[in-house]
């Protein structure tokens, strides 16, 4: 089984800044993409950004320029930083893994999720 560990969630005022941790553990052979999602009350969870192994990005619009993703393949972790924060930023934020299992067994792991409060 694999577990996803995320930390470093909280409150924070606008305009400010935190950073997001996950760590993966358990049978892991490797980590393909890992990525961050979030999920505002009454709506849909959202993709936020993800990196691939190669250290290849994707962002949503709505955090460009002020989110940045990072990975340690080698602790297996997955970070995001989180500047300029605003209101709407506000969700609980996921970590998200493709993991293979052995050589040919990917699956999909979730974290718990963090809370991200932004108070306007």
């Known amino acids: 089984q694999v577990q996803l560990v995320e930390s470093g969630g909280g409150l924070v005022q606008a305009g400010g800044s935190l950073r997001l941790s996950c760590a993966a553990s358990g049978s892991i052979f490797s980590v393909n993409v890992m990525g961050w999602y979030r999920q505002a009350p009454g709506k849909q969870r959202e993709l936020v950004a993800t990196?691939?192994?190669?250290?290849?990005?994707t962002y949503a619009d709505s955090v460009k320029g002020r989110f940045t993703i990072s990975r340690d393949n080698a602790k297996n972790t997955v970070s995001l930083e989180m500047n300029s924060l605003k209101y709407e930023d506000t969700a609980v934020y996921y970590c998200?893994?493709?993991?293979?299992?052995?050589?040919?067994?990917?699956?999909?792991?979730w974290g718990q999720g963090t809370q991200v409060t932004v108070s306007s």
């Open positions: 998200k893994a493709l993991v293979l299992i052995t050589i040919r067994n990917e699956r999909q792991f």
């Open positions: 990196i691939t192994s190669g250290g290849s990005k």
